[in-house]
């Protein structure tokens, strides 16, 4: 099982230098693009149980000074993510019209009332379907998780 993680995250890294090497974002945008990827990609997962997103929040450290309440993971390859912020722009929640649009695999993780950090829990649902991703206008990588 650890063999399979570590692999898990090596693949997940190298397709995160790869994405670097051949976009080279400006600083700025480098960090909000790092954390989307930090926080919500996992392209060599299916999601699943409460097990993966207890593992995967903590992993990611979203559980160490407080719970973040709710995560999304998106379960696609870095590419098809990327291919999102060529699509229509729409509107962001917060007004900007910076989104975009697509259906992708994805696991939501949302806390149970009763945990706290660093013991965070978590329920999982896992499914196909529509999110909104915000992407930098000028380097078109997806640096926000939306809805």
């Known amino acids: 099982m650890t063999l399979q993680r570590t692999h898990s995250l090596l693949q997940f890294l190298l397709l ?4 670097l090497g051949l976009m080279q974002p400006s600083y700025g945008q480098n960090v909000m693009y790092q954390r ?3 926080q919500h990609v996992d ?4 999601g699943g149980n409460d097990i993966y997103c207890n593992t995967m929040m903590q992993r990611r450290k979203m559980t160490t000074h407080h719970c973040k309440p709710v995560n ?7 590419w098809n993510i990327h291919s999102i912020c060529n699509t229509a722009n729409i509107q962001c929640k917060n007004g900007s ?6 259906v992708v695999k994805a696991t939501d993780c949302r806390q149970t009332g009763s945990s706290r950090a660093p013991n965070c829990r ?22 926000h998780f939306d809805k």
């Open 16 to 19: 995160t230098l790869l994405g």
């Open 36 to 38: 989307f990827l930090l």
């Open 43 to 46: 392209p060599t997962s299916t």
């Open 72 to 78: 999304t993971f998106i379960h696609e390859n870095i």
């Open 97 to 102: 019209m910076n989104c975009h649009g697509g």
């Open 122 to 143: 978590y329920r999982a649902r896992t499914s196909t379907r529509w999110v909104v991703i915000a992407c930098d206008d000028n380097s078109g990588l997806p640096v």
